[in-house]
Nanobody, 115 residues
């Protein structure tokens, strides 16, 4: 079955950096579009970044120029490099893949940015 496992969250001061990783299994990874979402406490889940099977990327306006999504097809992982972090980036970050119209999610990893 499809499994997504995120890692790399933590506590960081504003202006700092973190790198999140998501290990995928149960899919032919290189053929799939991969996404990172985040959900702050009391708010709706929002799309952060997308990477297609060919490596094209798109970002939420709030993260453009600060976050970089990348993929390693040899190791079935997708990463999110987050620089210049702000307190408003504090959220649980989730990895996502869609198959046959169904959304699969990881367990999430907490990112907390202190001011």
């Amino acid at each position: 079955q499809v499994q997504l496992v995120e890692s790399g969250g933590g506590l960081v001061q504003a202006g700092g950096s973190l790198r999140l990783s998501c290990a995928a299994s149960g899919i032919i990874f290189r053929f799939n579009v991969m996404r990172w979402y985040r959900q702050a406490s009391g708010k709706q889940r929002e799309l952060v970044a997308v990477i297609t099977s060919s490596g094209s990327t798109t970002y939420a306006d709030s993260t453009k120029g600060r976050f970089t999504i990348s993929r390693d097809n040899a190791n079935n992982t997708v990463s999110l490099q987050m620089n210049s972090l702000k307190p408003e980036d504090t959220s649980v970050y989730y990895c996502n893949v869609q198959r046959n119209g169904y959304d699969y999610w990881g367990q999430g990893t907490q990112v907390t940015v202190s001011s």
